[in-house]
């Protein structure tokens, strides 16, 4: 039986805003990448891993494909790359709501590649059935070589499908971690997610793309976890709005990031959350490393 395991890489590509986020936290059934209604949300590459008896899939979540306008936004791209080069499977994601053509380089990208590649097109609910088959058609034309499965992540239909297809075009292999990891990110990263996350959903235009958070003490209690994070932004004027009149868009922030760390965490939280002004760190190489990202 061990010499049929199967294990490898599945890496989840795609324009901003089809879904690729809630797909793969659908797909490892744990909330681990965030999900908002805009668009670069997804920054790094997030991996959630999946293990059966038999099995072992390595999801691999990154940020939606764009034409880089600053250093930031370079290194988003890079995780994209790298996801097209050591995949075993691709899962590519479009929907029923963007030009199908968007970016079409990477679909140039996607036909050039010996690795299987599996079509998702997301967002079905949203849709007629007839607009579905015509862009089933017309990827069908694109990618020849590609499975296509219609799908909506947001209701969870169609992923069976999806699962199977990916369990059987996994290499014949070991595991690649151990079968009780479920993510290659550790706490703190997602600490950080989650308070980013929060700043996407309740702040609008420029504020959440000039934001990062970064995690600088994470105590692990017995009764509760003690965490001090520092939101970044690039001018005064964002700080004062990051904070709110009488701190009181803050509080709500740090509130909302609380609970959801409770959930997350299963266990108590005590959370501290601070602002400052870093007018580069979207393009400074030292910065932007010491955040994590792909330089």
């Known amino acids: 039986m061990a010499e049929r395991h199967r294990a490898g890489f599945v890496n989840i590509i795609g324009n901003p805003n089809v879904g690729k986020s809630t797909l793969m936290n659908a797909l490892v059934g744990e909330k681990l990448s965030i999900v908002t209604a805009k668009a670069q949300t997804t920054r790094h590459r997030i991996m959630g891993i999946v293990n059966g008896d038999d099995y072992q899939i390595v999801y691999s979540d990154t940020p939606g494909i764009l034409r880089p306008n600053y250093r930031l936004q370079q290194s988003m791209m890079n995780f994209v790359e790298t996801a097209i080069g050591d995949a075993d499977i691709i899962l590519y994601v479009t929907d029923t709501v963007e030009k199908a053509d968007k970016n079409i380089e990477w679909i140039e990208k996607l036909k050039k590649l010996e690795c299987p590649v599996i079509l998702v097109i997301n967002k079905i609910d949203i849709s007629s059935q007839d607009k579905v088959r015509e862009l ?57 997610e989650i308070i980013r996350e929060k700043i996407f959903l309740n702040y609008k235009e420029e504020i959440p793309y000039s934001c990062q958070v970064e995690v600088e003490e994470f105590k692990e209690g ?74």
């Open 136 to 192: 089933m058609a017309w990827w069908g034309e694109q990618l020849p070589k590609a499975v296509i499965y219609p799908a909506s992540a947001q209701e969870k239909f169609g992923l069976e499908n999806i699962f199977d297809a990916i369990v059987s075009n996994l290499p014949v292999a070991p595991a690649w971690f151990d079968k009780d990891t479920f993510t290659d990110k550790n706490m703190r990263f997602f600490a950080s």
């Open 222 to 295: 017995s009764e509760r976890y003690d965490i001090s994070a520092v939101i970044y932004v690039m001018r005064d004027s964002q700080k004062g709005i990051i904070i709110g009149k009488g701190g009181a868009s803050l509080k709500k922030v740090g509130t909302e990031s609380r609970l959801e760390m409770e959930d997350f965490f299963q266990t108590k939280v005590f959370l501290k959350l601070y602002v400052k002004v870093d007018p580069d760190w979207r393009e400074s190489r030292k910065e932007l490393k010491r955040f994590g990202y792909d330089l």
